[in-house]
C-alpha cells in the first residue's frame, strides 16, 4: 500500500539555524508528494507541492526536491524563524487512485529564539 | 471567502451522550474529508465525500460514527454513543477537483468524560 514515514520528532532548534525534516515515500504508481503545515491550535496548510519528479517545490523559504530515485521530499529551510515552530505533515496522492491524501505521522518543530 | 466552518470548536459531554460535529466547505468546493488528530493516532481520516456522494468510509470506526452531506454546503459527523476514546480534535478539509489542495477548518476540540 501507499505509505508516508517522516524522521521521528520533536526537533528543536535555534533561530537562524538549518533546517531538514525528512520524509520518504511508499507508493504503487507516480505520486504526487506535499508538504502541509500545523500551526499551534489550527488546522492544517498547505505549504508547497510537487507532482513528479524532480520538482522543487518552494514557499516561503522551505523548499523539497521530488526525489524519485531515493522515493525521498525532504523539507528544508535554510534559516528557520520562531514563527516557524509547527507540526510539519509530509503527505502524497496518487491520481485514479482513492481521492485522498496520505500523511505521515507529523514532526514537530520548536524554534528558540 | 471565510475559509471552512466548523462549529462547535469545543464540546465537552459525557459518555453515553450524542455529539454532533457540523462543517461548512469553502464555497464552490465538491470535496470534503472528516479527520480525527490524536496523540497516540495522529491524523486519520475518516470519510470522504465528492458531490455530497460518500466515496471512502473506512476509516469510521465503528457504527456509532455516522456522517452526512445533505448539499453541497453543509456536512456532520455524528457520535452515538460516545465514548472517552473518542476525545479528539475533529478537522473538517474541503478541496476543488481533487484532494491535493485541502483547506483545513479550525478543528473541534471534542472531550468525552
Known amino acids: 500500500g501507499n505509505s508516508v514515514t517522516q524522521m521521528e520528532g520533536p526537533v528543536t532548534l535555534s533561530e537562524e539555524a538549518f533546517l531538514t525534516i525528512n520524509c520518504t515515500y511508499t507508493?504503487?504508481?507516480?505520486?504526487?508528494l506535499f508538504w502541509y503545515v500545523q500551526y499551534p491550535g489550527e488546522g492544517l496548510q498547505l505549504l508547497l507541492k510537487?507532482?513528479?519528479?524532480?520538482d522543487k517545490g518552494s514557499n516561503k523559504g522551505f523548499e523539497a526536491t521530488y526525489r524519485k530515485e531515493t522515493t525521498s521530499f525532504h523539507l528544508e529551510k535554510g534559516s528557520v524563524q520562531v514563527s516557524d515552530s509547527a507540526v510539519y505533515f509530509c503527505?502524497?496522492?496518487?491520481?485514479?487512485?482513492?481521492?485522498?491524501?496520505?500523511f505521515g505521522s507529523g514532526t514537530q518543530l520548536t524554534v528558540l529564539p | 471567502d471565510a475559509g471552512v466552518i466548523q462549529s462547535p470548536r469545543h464540546e465537552v459531554t459525557e459518555m453515553g451522550q450524542e455529539v454532533t460535529l457540523r462543517c461548512k466547505p469553502i464555497?464552490?468546493?465538491?470535496?470534503l474529508f472528516w479527520y480525527r488528530q490524536t496523540m497516540m493516532r495522529g491524523l486519520e481520516l475518516l470519510i470522504y465525500?465528492?458531490?455530497?456522494?460518500?466515496?471512502?468510509d473506512s476509516g469510521m470506526p465503528e457504527d456509532r460514527f455516522s456522517a452526512k452531506m445533505p448539499n453541497a454546503s453543509f456536512s456532520t459527523l455524528k457520535i452515538q454513543p460516545s465514548e472517552p476514546r473518542d476525545s479528539a480534535v475533529y478537522f473538517c478539509?474541503?478541496?476543488?477537483?481533487?484532494?491535493?489542495?485541502?483547506?483545513f477548518g479550525p478543528g473541534t476540540r471534542l472531550l468525552v468524560l
Open positions: 478539509a474541503s478541496s476543488f477537483q481533487g484532494p491535493e489542495t485541502q483547506y
Open positions: 507508493a504503487t504508481g507516480y505520486p504526487s
Open positions: 510537487a507532482t513528479k519528479a524532480d
Open positions: 464555497s464552490g468546493h465538491d470535496y
Open positions: 465525500f465528492n458531490n455530497n456522494v460518500p466515496i471512502d
Open positions: 503527505a502524497l496522492t496518487l491520481s485514479g487512485s482513492a481521492r485522498q491524501l496520505t
